[in-house]
C-alpha cells in the first residue's frame, strides 16, 4: 500500500492515510522511527508492526482512560476510539480487552443507568437515552423489568414543582403541562390520570 498524504494533526502528531483507505494517527518522531513519508509504499509488515507495538496499546490506554472519566457502553467507546482516529483492528482489540476484564460491559452500565435515573425518568425517557447510547432494547427492558419506575409519583412531583392547580387550570395551561409532561417522556394516559385526579 501505499501513503497518499502525512497530515499534520498538531505540533507533536500527524495523520497517516494510505491509498487503501486505512488512516491512523502516529507522533512525529514515531514517523521518523519507521521512515514514514507521503508519496512512499507502506509494506504490510511495516503496518502490522505499527498496529501491534503502538496503536492497539495506545487503543487500550486511550479506552482505560475514557472509562476513568465515567462508565460508557461498548457503542460509545467504539465511537470514542473511531474519532480518535485508531483504525478498526485496534478498535476492535481495545474492545475485547476491555471486556475480558469486564471494563467493558453493557449490561452493568444498563442496570447502574437504570437504577440512577429510576427516580426522576419515565421509562420511555430512559429507554430512549439507553437507545442513544447503544443499548439493545432486550438488553434495555430486561434491566428496566427488575426497577420499580413511580411514573405516577414523578409526574406528581413535577406538577408540584409547576405550581400546577388542579383546580384552576384553564385548557391553555392544561395543555402546556401535558406537552411539558409528554416530552419528558410521559404517556398521555398517564398524565390525564394524574392531572384530572380528584384530592
Known amino acids: 500500500m501505499q501513503i497518499v498524504s502525512v497530515e499534520p494533526l498538531d505540533k507533536r502528531r500527524s495523520k497517516v492515510l494510505t491509498d487503501e483507505g486505512l488512516a491512523f494517527p502516529l507522533y512525529n518522531g514515531e514517523l521518523e522511527t519507521y521512515g514514514l513519508r507521503e508519496g512512499q509504499e ?7 508492526e505499527i498496529l501491534r507495538t503502538v496503536l492497539c496499546p495506545r487503543a487500550k490506554e486511550r479506552l482505560l482512560h475514557l472509562l476513568k472519566m465515567s462508565d460508557k457502553t461498548e457503542t460509545e467507546l467504539r465511537r470514542r476510539l473511531r474519532d480518535g482516529g485508531y483504525p478498526s483492528e485496534a478498535v476492535e482489540e481495545a474492545i475485547a480487552y476491555g471486556k475480558r476484564y469486564r ?29 442513544g447510547k447503544g443499548i439493545s432494547r432486550e438488553l434495555a427492558e430486561a ?20 405550581g400546577y392547580d388542579r383546580e ?11 406537552a411539558y409532561l409528554s416530552r419528558r417522556g410521559f404517556s398521555y394516559e398517564a398524565i390525564l390520570d394524574i392531572m384530572h385526579k380528584k384530592d
Open 42 to 48: 507502506l509494506p504490510g509488515s511495516v503496518y502490522e
Open 103 to 131: 471494563y467493558v460491559d453493557d449490561r452493568r452500565y444498563t442496570e447502574n443507568y437504570v437504577a440512577s435515573a429510576a427516580a426522576g425518568k419515565s421509562r420511555r425517557r430512559i429507554e430512549a437515552e439507553l437507545a
Open 143 to 162: 434491566c428496566l423489568a427488575e426497577t420499580e419506575i413511580d411514573e405516577a409519583g414523578q409526574i406528581e412531583r413535577l406538577l408540584q414543582k409547576r
Open 168 to 178: 384552576t387550570a384553564d385548557l391553555k395551561e392544561q395543555q402546556k403541562t401535558m
